[in-house]
């Protein structure tokens, strides 16, 4: 299983990113998948979670209204989209097979998001 994330950045509060997680090494279009992050001396978190066919999402409440996460099983591809971004948000980004335990290291480097004024 193989998992790279990309996209992250140095952002002002308010602006977007979008992250790109591309798999491989396992069957990516029947997996649900989440995206997870880790801020700066904290332990791993839940962000979001989608289906395999691309429905029924679900989000932290922090980031409900804000994220929008989406896949492309064609290009086995998962995707967030990051609006309105907060300096709460800072952390390295990774996604992960759901349901992942937290307490276990994603297989992906993760990428950083920094948001910072």
């Known amino acids: 299983e193989q998992l790279v994330e990309s996209g992250g950045g140095l952002v002002q509060p308010g602006e977007s990113l979008r992250l790109s997680c591309t798999a491989s090494?396992?069957?990516?279009?029947?997996?649900?998948m989440s995206w997870l992050r880790q801020a700066p001396g904290k332990g791993l978190e839940w962000v979001s979670t989608?289906?395999?066919?691309?429905?029924?999402?679900y989000y932290t409440e922090s980031v409900k209204g804000r994220f929008t996460i989406s896949r492309d099983n064609a290009n086995n591809t998962l995707y967030l989209q990051m609006n309105s971004l907060k300096i709460e948000d800072t952390g390295v980004y990774y996604c992960?097979?759901?349901?992942?335990?937290?307490?276990?290291?994603?297989y992906g480097q993760g990428t950083q998001v920094t948001v910072s004024s």
């Open positions: 992960a097979t759901a349901p992942w335990p937290l307490a276990r290291r994603p």
């Open positions: 090494g396992f069957s990516f279009s029947t997996s649900r």
């Open positions: 989608i289906n395999e066919y691309g429905r029924d999402p």
